[in-house]
Structures are given as structure tokens and as C-alpha cells.
């Protein structure tokens, strides 16, 4: 995996990867240009490829586990764009978070949105993988919350444009 610090960071985050299929011997685990937000998840299984049936679901193996050395970042599993948006496979949950402490295999859980099976080959660049802060809340019971111009207005609440 390279190490570089862009985007004007004091430090490079460091994470420990343990690599878990033989994929990664492939295809080393790298951010794809310089200034990349996401190192690339590839699908890790034997199999030559499997396929996902329209509206269906499949748990797709990364081939890897992570150890993020910093408090207070967590790993946050993305879609790719060209993948969602040519193929209609995207992260089923919206986002996956590895959380800190997870020390297990990443799996990424892809959904077919397209109308027709879509084929996922072994190896293949299905989801991203960034590191970001998080915070944890210290949560305190109330009677009433603030007041604002909004207030409890749902969805559409400020209009289309």
C-alpha cells in the first residue's frame, strides 16, 4: 500500500492491512492517483465471478482487515461511481462503517439496481474505501429542543429549488 500525505494532513494515517486472499498479490492494495479520496475494495472470492440477479443482493468478500491507528477515524465503505452508475451495483446499506475496533474481514454488500442480472469477476474494483473523523456523542435527555425556522418540517420542507 503507498503512503503519501496530500491534502495538506500533518501526518499520514497509519493503518495496518492484513490481507486475506490472494487477490492482493494481483492487484496491490493502492489509492488509484495521488489526490484519490478511496483506495479501491476488489472482490475477493475463488470463484471465476458470480452474478446478481435484478433487485438482488450479494455479500461480497474484500480479502482484507484493517487496523486504523489513530483515535477517532473509522473506515467508510463507498460506492464506485462508474460501478453505480453503468452497472447499477452500489453498496446496498448506503455506506458501510468499519467501525475501530473491527478487526474481521471487510465484506461489502452490493445491490443490483439495474433491471437485468449484473456479473461481478473476481478481482473486479467494486466499492471504495475512505478514512475519515468521527466523533462520539455525549447524549443528554431533554424536555424540548431549540427552536428554529424550521422547526419539525420533514422532507421537501424547503421546497426544489
Known sequence: MQDRNTQGAA?????RVRFLHPVWQEHPLAYA?????GLDLRACFDAPAIEIPAGGRAAIPAGLA????????AGFVFSR??????????????VGVIDPDYRGEIIVSLLNTSGQTRTVE???RIAQLVFMPVFTARLTAVDALGETARGAGGFGHTGKV
Open 81 to 94: 461511481s462508474g460501478l453505480g452508475t453503468k452497472e447499477g451495483l452500489t453498496v446496498s446499506q448506503g
Open 33 to 37: 492517483t495521488e489526490v484519490s479520496a
Open 122 to 124: 473476481r478481482g473486479q
Open 66 to 73: 484493517i487496523e486504523v491507528m489513530r483515535p477517532g477515524i
Open 11 to 15: 501526518e499520514p494515517l497509519e493503518v
